[in-house]
Nanobody
Framework: AQFVESGGGLVQPGGSLRLSCAAS????????MSWYRQAPEKEREWIAT????????NYADSVKGRFTISRDNAKNTVYLQMNSLKPEDTAVYYC???????WGQGTQVTVSS
């Protein structure tokens, strides 16, 4: 399994970004998918999960109401819409299968004025 995350960048507090994760090497529609993030000098943190069909989502309390996970199985892509961004959201963001986790390079998100 391989994951290529994109869409990160520098954004001001209160701004929005949409991350994409291109998945390959397995049948995306068969797996629940998750997003994680890792801030400097902190452990990797789970932030959101979506079931294989896209009908069920779960979020960490730290992002609930601000972030939305979605997927397009036909495009082999998982998304993370991030709104009302805060400086504490600054991290490298990764997507992976919810089980049998492997990691790509991630995409850097920096929230700063």
């Amino acid at each position: 399994a391989q994951f290529v995350e994109s869409g990160g960048g520098l954004v001001q507090p209160g701004g929005s970004l949409r991350l994409s994760c291109a998945a390959s090497g397995f049948t995306l529609s068969s797996y629940s998918m998750s997003w994680y993030r890792q801030a400097p000098e902190k452990e990797r943190e789970w932030i959101a999960t979506i079931n294989h069909g896209g009908s069920i989502t779960n979020y960490a309390d730290s992002v609930k109401g601000r972030f939305t996970i979605s997927r397009d199985n036909a495009k082999n892509t998982v998304y993370l819409q991030m709104n009302s961004l805060k400086p504490e959201d600054t991290a490298v963001y990764y997507c992976t299968r919810t089980v049998i986790r492997t990691w790509g390079q991630g995409t850097q998100v920096t929230v700063s004025s």
